[in-house]
């Protein structure tokens, strides 16, 4: 099994997939690409779960569960976020590759403008986007910034937890929710009890959760976050709606006064078609930009006020990182339009400063079957 997802892993796979009367398939740049030629069997898939699973408990009532997180790590290959399904009444896992080595901006290709961003001494950070889209691997690269800068104690809650983050110059602890504490809520609330200078949230998905993360930030903690939300303005409405409507004037004020920065990121394919970048929305939140959060009727202004502070700043919106990503040659031109929140404004642009190409996309990603030699790994692990 370990050279199974070491062929996964160094194919660049993203997420691995095992489900019953399927063959095993793989996320490659994006593209969910079949690794084997034999289906598995029910049998084969709920041995496999029952492997994945850190508890006896659990495994003793497998048969009784419907859903189920956990995390799986191979010592000198990486760790993998596992969630164990029920589909049709038989077992499916989906693994989400964990790299070993924790990540920092550059290895990311993230903007330079968020380790000033990670620097801050306390508030609110939230770093957003869809599922997939790399929220997890930019907050780590956020805590190892501040972990090897600055002698601070890092509290961490998670579900499951994923980077396994080494003390360098900060103390990190890392806090497993249903493992180590109850949940969101309850790890939170302990956690200001435990003299945090920083505290990442996996996921802010609730009214609590969200309450008492802004009590943190307006205590003088810098907090880190996730919303899955598409871009800053987004983000901000669907805080302010999680509460009632005679809370959220209350709440626009609190989110003005404690929130520092909001990055969303997609991850677009990259021209050469083996890989992807990140695309990133940055929105540091300035003063204008603090009295548009709390009036409702000037969100929208947010837009163009992110875009105009990109100089003074360091804030820019997803069209303008699209444009220098076809400018610097790393994503093609039809791809950035696609993905652009404007497409028609995006070639206005494009053709306006340069750099439109409008020729067909250059490459793609890799559609093709591995090779047999993995084909025949699996087949001495799960049988034909």
Not at 150 to 179: A, C, W
Not at 183 to 193: D, T, V, W, Y
Not at 320 to 347: E, G, I, S, W
């Amino acid at each position: 099994m370990v050279e199974i997802f070491k062929a996964a892993i160094q194919r660049g796979a993203s997420d691995i997939h095992f489900k019953s009367g399927d063959v095993v398939r793989a996320r490659i740049h994006g593209a969910l690409v079949p690794l084997t030629q034999q289906r598995l069997n029910g049998d084969q898939v709920r041995q496999l779960a029952m492997k994945l699973m850190p508890h006896d408990e659990d495994r003793a009532r497998i048969d009784q569960i419907l859903d189920y997180d956990c995390s799986w790590g191979l010592p000198g290959l990486g760790r993998f976020r596992v969630n164990i399904l029920r589909q049709r009444s038989s077992f499916m896992i989906v693994m989400r590759v964990i790299p070993i080595e924790i990540p920092n901006f550059d290895d990311l290709k993230l903007p330079s403008v968020l380790r000033e961003i990670a620097d801050y001494e306390r508030g609110l950070i939230l770093v957003t986007g869809v599922t997939g889209s790399g929220k997890s691997s930019s907050m780590a690269a956020m805590i190892n910034h501040i972990n090897a800068t600055k002698p601070m104690h890092i509290v961490t809650l998670e579900n499951p937890v994923e980077f396994l983050h080494r003390d360098q110059r900060s103390s990190i602890t890392q806090r497993d929710i249903g493992t180590d504490t109850e949940s969101f809520m309850m790890g939170l609330r302990a956690s200001l009890r435990q003299d945090p200078d920083v505290i990442l949230i996996g996921e802010m998905r609730d009214k609590e959760t969200i309450d008492t993360a802004l009590k943190a930030a307006e205590t003088g903690h810098l907090v880190i976050s996730t919303v899955h939300t598409k871009n800053a303005v987004q983000t901000l409405s669907r805080l302010i709606a999680v509460f009632d409507p005679n809370e959220q004037e209350m709440i626009r004020i609190r989110l003005a006064e404690s929130l520092q920065a909001v990055i969303s990121q997609r991850l677009i394919p990259t021209k050469d078609g083996m890989g992807r970048v990140p695309a990133c929305e940055i929105m540091r939140v300035t003063g204008t930009i603090r009295d548009c959060i709390r009036d409702q009727s000037r969100l929208d202004e947010i837009f163009d006020l992110i875009e105009e502070g990109r100089a003074q700043y360091g804030s820019q919106s997803f069209d303008q990182h699209l444009m220098d990503l076809v400018k610097t040659n790393q994503v093609d031109f039809k791809v950035a339009k696609a993905a652009a929140n404007n497409p028609t404004d995006f070639d206005l642009k494009m053709n306006t400063f340069g750099g439109g190409d409008t020729g067909s996309r250059a490459g793609g990603p890799d559609h093709s079957d591995p090779s047999q030699d993995m084909a025949n790994e699996m087949t001495q692990i799960f049988g034909s």
